[in-house]
């Protein structure tokens, strides 16, 4: 008898074991190829972007070419873009500073800074018609500066920020992870804008989910040799988050209900469960 609720117990401990958690959200690497480099960046999610098509319609930046920053001042901006060419859009602003300032949102615009990138800002709005958009900022402190704005075509009047982050590597490194606080939304829109160091490296982006990311036409986009780059990227209709790890139930369960159905085979079950290779299975 005592033999027989021993295995019972351990059998039961083995159905119920939880097996090792798994990353529950999507986590975002900016990989720099080349000499190693600072890295700051944000991801921002989005809902309410069309997902059948490429959703960009258009984008500007400032200074229009390579090879120097604008001049320094608090009030920085992207330059006005061509006419949007649907009603209802979602507009983004990027700002990258050479030197670090407290970043305020221009008029109508909404601003994700917390945690902060450090000298990397990402503000948007929603618009209902077509037009013309300017992105502009309104800083604490004054910097030399790059910008860009693109606009997204929505399939809603009410395209809508989801969640996001920043991060400041703090030093040279051949690559940045970024993860999101909550699980991604399947059909989501992902927003990525990075400060890599300098044009002697380039940069790419990847996610745990797979997505496929696309880069700004235009872009990278430097202020001169040997100085900071702006990277942007997005990914849209995006897959949804695996999700956090369970328990080894399922597993577990299966070889409960063998154990069962086949009493006669016990002792070979019970190898096997306790077997490194069973443990692994349970996991």
């Not at 948007?124 to 910008?147: E, F, L, R």
């Not at 693109?150 to 993860?179: E, M, N, R, W, Y």
């Not at 991604?184 to 940069?203: E, L, P, W």
Request: net charge negative; hydrophobic share 35%.
């Amino acid at each position: 008898m005592l033999k027989r609720l021993l295995i019972a117990f351990l059998v039961s401990s083995i159905l119920f074991w939880p097996a090792p958690a798994r990353a529950a959200n999507n986590i975002v690497t900016i990989t720099v190829t080349g000499a190693t480099q600072t890295v700051r960046s944000r991801i921002e999610e989005f809902n309410g972007i069309q997902t059948g098509s490429d959703p960009l319609d258009v984008n500007v930046k400032n200074p229009t070419t390579s090879g120097s920053c604008v001049a320094t001042t608090s009030t920085p901006t992207t330059g006005t873009s061509a006419a949007t060419s649907q009603n209802n859009e979602l507009v983004i602003g990027v700002l990258i500073t050479g030197s670090a300032v407290t970043f305020g949102a221009g008029a109508g615009y909404t601003i994700d800074d917390t945690p902060t990138a450090n000298r990397t800002s990402v503000e948007w709005k929603a618009v209902t018609s077509t037009g013309a958009q300017t992105a502009t900022w309104n800083n604490t402190g004054s910097s030399n500066y790059m910008a860009l704005l693109a606009t997204f075509k929505a399939t809603t009047s009410t395209p809508a920020f989801v969640q996001g982050t920043g991060h400041d590597s703090g030093s040279a490194v051949a690559s940045d992870q970024l993860i999101f606080t909550n699980p991604v939304t399947a059909g989501d829109f992902i927003f990525v804008a990075s400060r890599i160091g300098n044009n002697a490296s380039t940069a790419s982006v990847s996610d745990t989910e797979g997505n496929t990311y696309h880069l700004i036409p235009g872009l990278p986009f430097d202020c001169g040799s040997a100085t900071d780059q702006m990277y942007v990227w997005y990914a849209y209709n995006v897959a949804g988050d695996g999700g956090g790890g369970g328990g080894g139930i399922g597993k577990g369960a299966w070889l409960w209900s063998h154990l069962l159905l086949d009493p006669r085979q016990k002792n070979e079950y019970l190898s096997f469960i306790f077997s490194k290779k069973g443990l692994e299975e349970l996991q």
